[in-house]
């Protein structure tokens, strides 16, 4: 199905996917290891006084930041893996597949083999990691002073590779206990988020976002090819240069504070594609809050299914996203 | 080998027609090298409404000399006007406004529909993120000129290739250019769509006022469509002119490296390219 | 008009003050004190709802006598049985902050071996004490009971099971003086090797069962051996921690590649010991006098009475 791009169109879609957006972060608040009824957790938002009831502090200080980090990420991962599939004409691209999270994940694991105080700002090496892999990539992925998507992509996995074998390396030498924190965060976890990551994350994916949106019009037509994009009239080398750093810097955002979740930068764009069509207009808007609506709800499974214990939300995506991906797979075919 | 310019028999619509704002190519001496080939100076002109065909064996650098027409490749000396503009000189999304090149087209993996495919060709003239309601009616134009308006919903990926040479064309035409360049735009058709495409390109160039120019492969088709032939060998264009000229038995035979007769269409009295059998 | 504004002033001055003093009386409460991993952590008086992340801490607070205070504790807390019937606040590695939260504690134990570093800063940021062990040796147990016993107002009882705990170490440091000290390797995991390193207490309690560890030298906390290597370094003794997921029988492992050329298993001399060897709790004395019985064999009549942890 395709729904034309009109501005109307691309408005109602937002509007409609915001407002399922909020039921799913309401629903989210009030479900969790502790049970707590609508009322409790309508007083627990509203209370103000100190000190601060149970309710309130479990819903506003544990729930709602996990929550608006799982909208944020979501959101985050599914716009980077639309946006890559579409630098890379590759509908199989995600966003791990150019090696930032490898490169994120080193950065976290050599903080915490540094331990002390390092060990405490992780999520900042993280994203150094993260971009210092981007330029890497980059660089490495030029031929003849040109940016092209197949040496790209090659440039990427070889370093996804060689950093997936540092990071073993380095996880031999760590202690148990770090060994087995880190496995969380390779897998995916959003239980660990502060107030000043929250206010740092909210306006760099937000300007990300805007940035590849208002990009979407040129990412249509490079879909048509690097040669047909640029007789009609795109800059092709500026264009892929400005959408693999906004992708990369999505990636590495949420990467560096929550681990490596899996599946949902590959599938959320396919599903988009599947509702809306690949006009980006309509594409990108609809992936972001599709990706925010899958990761609340997969966290909220991941803090409910094994209550009181928690799964890291990597494993619900994976075990919830490998049967839709081979359902993608067989409709493809058929 | 290169002929002097001459109007031997063929109507300089630009000059007969005064006061017409039609669009006029002038091709003067681009050259051009790669690593083991090279294009030698080449010129020629044409006017609104004409057809010009390259037309050579393969690697004779007809593709080559496309591309440098179209002002995206840059000529290593020469140069190509455009209703008096030097292409090379021109910001791309201008050039993107007046001159439209189609080659054969990268397969999509993605599913657009042709209506959204043939938009494309607006993106050089849209200066916002959507569409206006005038680029809105040049795409229908487009897709009504080459017969897609019943498979504009459906998606790219579903329709033949000879349906998506014509999307293809319709997203050339969408971008209402001042020239229009074809690499093979015949290639997967069957006859009657080739006869089709070519007459009303013929047609659409004459009512727009552009010109087209394209290279193919088919030697009787160009000499029954086009207004002006270049035969290119080896990268030198060993003739050029109006297709009785060119399209010489001895010539062809040489160029082609196997024998050919020429004869005449008996419909149409335009030559006609046959093989001869040894 | 600006006598009313000076009022007013004054008047929200003295409600800040007021409100710093009810949200800063909380603090005022209880007293700072360093944890035995370097943090500072303001703890109360007397900790009436204490939550522990760690089966040992669970182990200790009963032996102190405070398992009535306790209102939650991890799936993994198994001893006492008691222990089980609590309200679980989930795994060792990632409790559920709700259900701490929930369960209104004013004391968190837990130990840094085993806890991650972000629970520790999240419970920080929600105003929730948290306190630290760690356990590197015997002594370091010892330590830890007497911290507890500080911390829950029971000195009295923590310095009575520390000296029955050193009686019991002292006792079988006598009998193993003079010993030889037969040589040990000690197997977390067979597959791939893993063994203990000389900074563990299960080092600890070898060397104090008069037993000398094959792996005294090397230097990580869980070295893993190559076949090979364990075979060089030519063990007496093989220990293995007794426990439900080590899954071959101690008849079997001698018929197991590489296994059978061990000298200690052709003369069969391989041993499963309780658990709680890899447990810092007061049982692990329990684990050195077992470990000292296989290592230095007693004949019957001198056998030292085994018992529970008192």
Known sequence: MTLRATRRNVLSTVLLLSGALGIAGLAALTVGGVHLSPSEVWLGLRDAGMPRVEAAIIVRDIRLPRIML??????????????????????????????????????????????????????????????L?????????????????????????????????????????????????????????LSVVTGVQLRLLLPSIALALAGLYWLSKDLNVLLLGEEEAAHLGVNVERLQTVVYVLASMLTGLAVSVSGAIGYLGLLVPHLGRMVVGSDHRML????????????VLSDTLARTVVAPAELPVGAVTAVAGAPVFIYLLRRARG | MNEPLTTDGRPRTTESRPGVAGACLRVEGVAFRYLHFELAPTSFEAGAGELVAIIGPNGSGKSTLLELVSGHLKPLSGRICLDGHDLGSLPQRRRAQCVGLARQDAPLLFPFAV??????????????????PDDEHWVQWALTKTNLVALAGRPITEISGGEFQRAVLARTLAQRPRLVLLDEPTANLDIGYQIDMLRSLRELAAEEDFVAVIVTHELSLAAEFADYLLLLD?????????????????????????????DQNPSSGRPRVTWVMP | MGYRIKVTYCGRLLLRLALLLIVGIRPLVGRTVTDETGRTVNVPDHPQRLISLAPSVTEIVYAL????????????????????????????????????VALKPDLVLGIAEANRRETAEQLDRLGIPLYGLTAHTMDDMLRSVHDLGGLLGREAEARALIERLQARTQAVAERVKSRPRPKVLFVVWYQPLVTAGPHTFISDVIRRAGGQSVTDDV??????????????RDPDIILFPRSESFAPSLEEFPKLPGWRDFRAAKNNRLYFIPDTIVRPCPRLVDALEEVARVLHPEPAATRPATGAQR
């Open chain 3, 219 to 232: 230097r990580e906390e869980w070295p893993r051996l190559s076949l090979e290597e364990a075979l060089h």
């Open chain 2, 234 to 262: 080896g990268g030198l264009c060993v003739r050029q002119g109006i297709p009785n000229r060119v399209l010489d038995s001895e010539l062809l035979s040489r160029v082609f490296r196997t024998p050919v007769l020429v």
């Open chain 1, 133 to 189: 892999t981007t330029a890497w990539v980059y660089l490495l992925g030029r031929r003849g002073g040109r940016l092209a998507s197949y040496t790209l992509l090659l440039a990427g996995v070889i370093t996804a590779s060689f950093l997936s074998a540092v990071i073993l390396f380095v996880l031999s030498r760590l202690s148990t206990r770090d060994v087995r924190g880190t496995a969380f965060w390779l897998m995916g976890d």
């Open chain 3, 65 to 100: 006598g405070c398992g009535d205070r306790l209102v939650g504790d991890t799936e993994y807390c198994d001893y006492p049985p008691e222990a089980k019937r609590k309200p679980h606040v989930g795994a060792v590695l990632n409790p559920s902050l709700e259900q701490i």
């Open chain 1, 70 to 131: 799982a909208m944020l990420v979501g959101a985050a991962l599914a716009t980077s893996g639309t946006a890559l599939q579409a630098l890379l004409r590759n509908p199989l691209a995600d966003p791990y597949v150019l090696g930032i999270s490898s490169g994120a994940a080193l950065g976290a694991i050599v903080a915490l083999w540094m331990g002390g105080r390092v060990a405490a700002a992780s999520p900042a090496m993280a994203f150094a990691g993260a971009l």
């Open chain 1, 284 to 295: 990108l808007p609809t992936a972001a809050l599709g990706g925010a609506i899958v990761l």
């Open chain 2, 115 to 132: 209506r959204e495919f043939v938009r494309q060709g607006r993106h050089p003239h849209v200066d916002r993120l959507f569409e206006s």
